[in-house]
């Protein structure tokens, strides 16, 4: 089975109300769903009397009682130094820091190496077996020679921190903010080793379905690529401000900050970063690391101390016993996949869905990550961090026709509602309004807003060197007056061919209420809030009713006016992947409830808690792949060393 790509997803995702601007997830599945998606009773050890698990406020047994696997069953048994559950961004980057420490690694995998790579050469698809290609990190020499950094790590920390509202383990954020540098640059140093094979082999490599525009113009739909060199533009983007802007770093807007501090290995198909791992993959191979790909971890193994010292997992031929002399890292992605831990464990998501009309069943998005490493964790004498819990979707705010940007919101009713440039609270924002038409609204000076936008997630991508310049022809095509609306580019993601913002636009207010959707005294109240947001613009006080900064309000006068809308919905289903996971010390070692450590347990990526708090809200793009990649290296690293 193959993940739904992210791409899908996009194409089908509504742009607010809890389903707003979606980003890249940590760590590529690692389990099916046909061995965790299955009835569990509510008389299990981890149970309560009412059937919900302990410590855990959602209905329902979702945890369930670890497998028992007899000895006879198990036709092999093999020991390494350490053993990685999951070969996504985190568990790569788990055995990269390990085999580097000089340990002997198992990497358990449970797609085959065909979803990673095209060893062929002939689908000329993007296989996605890697979630997600935005590696978000702070001041590798990579960045700096691009012009971005070096920035202040302690205010990058302090920022992750606000943004989760304190729901965090601060050292884990500090020890990825200071680490993802040096892994970012260890990574490189490995994929440059490998030039004269790179050279060789993805030189001409044969794609279709190609998604972006470069300079003005699609690329070929179908042909041969030069992927190389993946870290030059275009494979390579970093996200950044408009240059035309002249915007300085951080961009502070709504009381948030935000910085250029990622790598987007787009490639041509929207994610192109297998052509850069499947080099760390054979970096680890080559020094101590064994992948067993098409192999699913069924459960850990303890010794009667509760020291977890292996894990078993089940393969072609049977159930394969692995031996971890120093430890385990989980590093198997989120729980997506499975409905009983989404619906039980996203609370508050859980309530506004169920008040819509939707039940367990329904609510979650078709995938193979259902939250092995959690439960092997809880089953172990481990915890998930408590709700609220978040997901992707949640916490980025709501994106309008022109990506994540700070334009003049009016809800159904034609009113104002918040300070739209605190972007990470949108999202929630939306959720309280009243269900309906939600709408952004500019006049002829729309670039001078769009273009000094913050980088939060879904945000405009002015990395992609073009993209002013398309966007800027777009929209001297909108049509006036055309009820339908006219497409412009909408590059807060790369794949542009795809990524397009409906823009209508009229000569008058009143014009542009009515090609949004208002009637009556809604349309009546749109044109008296822009009015009122005028007078706020011009006063010397500012915005007395939100406090939006006083850079970000521009009066909305010049015709022609455009506008764009969405919907505003109370239900809201999780997307992309979960946020939440397990609690841990800032070394990453997985504790037991009582907050003393699991010997040789260690998380990362999804799998690990204390990083996003609510939801998935970003200083910096790609910090989810970024994060999941840094605390991998470093658990391997960690565990190597014990």
């Excluded at 996605?128 to 202040?152: C, K, M, T």
């Excluded at 509760?306 to 049977?318: K, M, R």
């Excluded at 026709?401 to 919101?409: E, I, N, R, S, Y």
């Amino acid at each position: 089975m193959k993940s739904m790509s992210r791409r899908s997803l996009l194409m089908g995702a509504a742009a607010v109300g809890g389903l707003a601007a979606l980003g890249m997830s940590g760590c590529s599945p690692s389990e099916s769903s046909d061995q965790q998606a299955q009835d569990v009773s509510s008389s299990s050890q981890f149970a309560t009397e009412d059937g919900r698990v302990k410590g855990y406020c959602g209905p329902g047994d979702w945890l369930g009682e670890p497998p028992v696997i007899a000895e006879e069953e198990i036709v092999e048994e093999k020991t390494f130094d350490v053993v990685v559950l999951g070969g996504g961004h985190a568990g790569l980057m788990a055995a990269c820091g390990a085999v580097d420490e000089g340990a002997t690694v198992a990497v358990v995998e449970m797609q085959p190496w065909s979803s990673y790579v095209d060893e062929e050469n002939t689908s000329g698809t993007n296989l996605a077996g890697w979630y997600g290609e935005d590696v978000g990190h702070v001041n590798s020499q990579f960045l700096i020679d691009r012009g971005f950094g070096p920035y202040n790590t302690g205010e990058i920390t302090a920022e992750f921190c606000k943004r989760g509202g304190g729901r965090v383990n601060p050292g884990l954020l500090r020890n990825y903010v200071q680490q993802s540098g040096p892994m970012f640059d260890r990574y490189k140093e490995i994929y440059d080793s490998y030039e004269a094979e790179r050279k060789e082999n993805d030189s001409a490599v044969y794609m279709k379905d190609t998604q972006v525009v470069i300079d003005g113009e699609p690329v070929a739909d179908e042909g041969t690529f030069d992927m190389s060199n993946m870290f030059e533009y275009p494979l390579c983007n970093t996200q950044a401000a408009w240059s035309g802007a002249n915007v300085s770093y951080p961009i502070e807007c709504g009381g948030y900050k935000t910085w250029p501090c990622n790598a987007q290995f787009y490639g041509y198909q929207g994610n192109n970063i297998e052509f850069v791992h499947k080099y760390i993959v054979k970096h680890t191979q080559e020094n101590g690391a064994e992948w067993l790909f098409e192999h699913v971890g069924i459960v850990l193994v303890q010794n009667d101390a509760g020291d977890v010292t292996g894990l078993i997992a089940e393969g072609p031929s049977g159930y394969v016993k692995l031996n971890a002399t120093k430890g385990v890292v989980l590093a198997a992605g989120d729980y997506i996949g499975d409905p009983a831990m989404c619906w039980a464990l996203l609370n508050e998501g859980m309530e506004w869905g169920e008040r819509s009309g939707a039940t367990k069943d329904d609510w979650t998005q078709t995938g193979f990550r259902t939250g092995t490493g959690h439960k092997m964790g809880c089953w172990a004498g481990g915890m998930i961090e408590p709700s609220p819990r978040g997901w992707m979707g949640l916490g980025g705010g709501a994106s309008g026709p022109w990506g994540t940007a700070p334009m003049l919101m009016l809800n159904v009713e034609g009113k104002r509602f918040c300070n739209e440039g605190a972007i990470p609270q949108l999202s929630s924002v939306c959720l309280r309004q009243p269900q309906g038409i939600c709408s952004w609204v500019s006049d002829a000076n729309w670039k001078d807003l769009v273009g000094r936008a913050p980088l939060d997630h879904g945000a405009p991508n002015f990395g992609m060197d073009d993209y002013m310049v398309q966007l800027e022809a777009d929209m001297a095509a909108v049509e006036v007056g055309n009820p339908e609306g006219s497409e412009v580019v909408s590059a807060n993601l790369a794949e542009r061919k795809m990524m397009k913002g409906v823009v209508f636009a009229a000569n008058t207010l009143d014009e542009l209420a009515t090609l949004l959707g208002y009637e009556g005294e809604a349309a009546q109240r749109f044109v008296e809030s822009i009015e009122h947001y005028n007078e706020l613009c011009h006063s010397v006080d500012g915005d007395t009713d939100f406090g939006k900064d006083s850079a970000y309000m521009l009066p909305i006068e010049t015709p022609p006016f455009y506008g764009g809308s969405a919907q505003i919905s109370h239900s809201s289903a999780p997307a992309m992947v979960t946020m939440s996971g397990l609690i841990t010390d800032e070394d990453q070692n997985v504790l037991k409830t009582d907050w003393t450590p699991i010997k040789g347990l260690y998380a990362a990526g999804n799998c690990l808690g204390g990083r996003y708090g609510f939801g998935y809200s970003t200083p910096f793009a790609g910090n989810s792949v970024g994060m999941a990649m840094t605390h991998g290296w470093l658990a391997g690293k960690t565990v190597a060393n014990l």
